[in-house]
């Protein structure tokens, strides 16, 4: 049974005007979208693009780096768990933002859409609260690169590598959106192959196939187990919460997937492109985390002290800590170098993402104008300036070791992220409440999936990330536990967001748009204008190449 169906334009042209009666028969609420002089941003992003941007485009340290830290605190089966639970979460946003983003592919992406199905207030706090995640997690990346750089120098200034790090990020988005996307691309094949290596690697060195043919089997399930009992604490109680402390670092890795939405005012003929990418991220989350979190379970035992990103001893990711252990000599350099494409990748896309974010805002006056200044090319070059000078907050780490600036600036990530997850789930069931009060069907839409009849997967993923948000730092409250900067970076985006939503309210006075006023028509147009039928590959390995793309 399929899951989704894609859109036919031809069959479906006509339908949905008829269904909504056109755009003069709907009350079209007042929406300050496009009101500042600003060139535009273009579609120069390809097919094959949004398909590597969807896959691997936001695989960075999270998954490389970051599950060291996860399996330490989880054990084997607790680490598996909590990715799944988050990958189940992440699938459910996705598809929810699929089915409004492939109908409305609009610069802005889901803060528009919030605009329009919520209320210019919600939409002012989702704009800048993922622009805060995004400008907060590129420096972020970049510490992560200074770890990994770490294993081969630790003699030179982490600020030489900050800065040569920042710099190619930079010059990769001056370029514009299609060097972006071209690069992200490459980036992102290079990752895929990785991540893919690994898992077929750790399979061999499990199996006994290394070096010292030394068969591991669960060898570490059975001894350390399968769970870690948290902060010492004995029976269910400390396994359990060896697997809740898993689900802050798994959303940090998963978060990102969402970008897409982001891109698809840059996408070529979204109507058929985006619904294609959305449909993919089932491959990214049961492939790569799923795969690679049961792999890293079987391939390094939980009590292993290299684990701990800030021991100073061990600057690397569990894969390669694997490897060292099987005995593979060359290997570790090798794959490390690849994990540190990925820092750079995944930073780059923090910055596309970010400066997209602001100038969704300043295209509405929910930000300064300046942000919506554009060259004739379409490049937000004021946006992209502005966010890449955050990159320097990088640099915290020559005062502390990197690895632990990497861990707090996680926290502040992983929580802003969610918050926005949560946004989009709360757009969406606002979406779906408008399409079925304007008698609109949701056959109509390019993608739609029976997983989201009822809203039923927006829902499930709003009511579990609310859960995760709130127990987010539950173990500062352990007895001689505190730390303030653990509790600070979980729950600042917490409180930040009710205060920004009601604060621009009650300054600006706006009101929920009613789903009988929703506006499903303003831009139709133009999307409609901009896509096209392809033509069908001519070869097999055309037809190969468009079925992985």
Request: some cysteine; aromatic content about 14%.
């Amino acid at each position: 049974m399929s899951l989704d169906h894609e859109y036919d334009d031809k069959k479906h042209a006509d339908v949905y005007s008829q269904q909504v009666g056109g755009a003069d028969q709907i009350h079209q609420p007042q929406y300050t979208e496009e009101v500042v002089p600003h060139e535009g941003l273009k579609r120069s992003l390809k097919s094959r693009h949004l398909a590597m941007i969807s896959i691997g485009g936001v695989i960075g340290t999270g998954l490389f780096l970051g599950t060291g830290s996860a399996l330490a605190h989880g054990g084997p089966l607790g680490l598996f768990l909590g990715y799944a639970l988050m990958g189940s979460i992440c699938y459910s946003v996705m598809i929810s933002l699929g089915e409004m983003i492939s109908f409305l592919p609009i610069p802005g992406g889901h803060i528009k859409l919030a605009e329009r199905f919520v209320d210019p207030a919600f939409s002012f706090t989702m704009g800048w609260n993922y622009w805060y995640n995004w400008v907060i997690i590129l420096p972020a990346e970049l510490s992560a690169a200074a770890v990994l750089i770490n294993l081969w120098n630790k003699t030179i200034n982490n600020a030489l590598w900050i800065s040569i790090c920042l710099i190619v990020v930079v010059v990769i988005n001056l370029f514009g959106a299609g060097v972006y996307g071209e690069c992200e691309f490459w980036f992102a094949s290079i990752k895929v192959l990785t991540i893919t290596g690994l898992i077929i690697l750790g399979i061999i060195i499990t199996a006994g196939g290394g070096p010292d043919h030394k068969s591991i089997g669960f060898q570490y399930w059975r001894d350390p187990g399968p769970f870690v009992q948290y902060a010492g604490i004995s029976g269910s109680l400390g396994r359990f919460l060896g697997f809740w402390a898993v689900l802050t670092q798994a959303a940090f890795s998963y978060i990102g997937t969402e970008i897409v939405a982001i891109a698809a005012g840059e996408a070529k003929n979204p109507r058929r492109n985006l619904p294609r990418a959305i449909k993919k991220v089932y491959i990214r989350i049961l492939v790569f985390y799923l795969g690679g979190t049961f792999i890293i379970g079987l391939l390094v035992p939980s009590n292993d002290d290299g684990l701990a990103l800030n021991s100073g001893t061990a600057l690397a990711s569990p894969f390669v800590i694997a490897i060292k252990r099987a005995g593979i000599p060359a290997l570790p350099s090798i794959i490390n170098a690849c994990l540190l494409t990925s820092a750079w990748s995944a930073a780059s896309s923090d910055l596309f993402t970010s400066s997209r974010a602001i100038y969704g805002l300043a295209i509405t006056r929910q930000a300064p104008k300046i942000f919506a200044r554009t060259t004739k090319n379409g490049l937000p070059y004021v946006a992209i300036i502005f966010c890449a000078l955050f990159g320097a907050l990088a640099y915290m780490s020559l005062q502390s070791t990197a690895g632990e600036v990497f861990g707090y600036f996680a926290n502040l990530t992983s929580a802003a992220g969610l918050m926005t997850w949560w946004g989009i789930c709360l757009v969406y069931i606002r979406f779906e409440k408008g399409l079925k009060d304007q008698g609109i069907s949701k056959s109509t839409l390019p993608y739609s999936t029976f997983l989201n009849k009822n809203a039923f997967a927006a829902k499930y993923a709003m009511v579990m990330i609310t859960i995760i948000l709130f127990f987010s730092a539950w173990s500062v409250f352990l007895k001689g536990n505190w730390d303030t900067a653990t509790f600070v970076t979980n729950y600042l985006p917490l409180w930040l967001f009710p205060v920004l939503w009601i604060g621009y309210k009650l300054i600006k006075k706006t009101h929920f748009v009613r789903t009988t006023e929703m506006d499903f028509v303003s831009g139709l147009d133009v999307v409609e204008a901009e896509s096209y039928e392809e033509k069908p590959p001519k070869n097999f390995v055309g037809k190969v190449w468009a079925a992985i793309m």
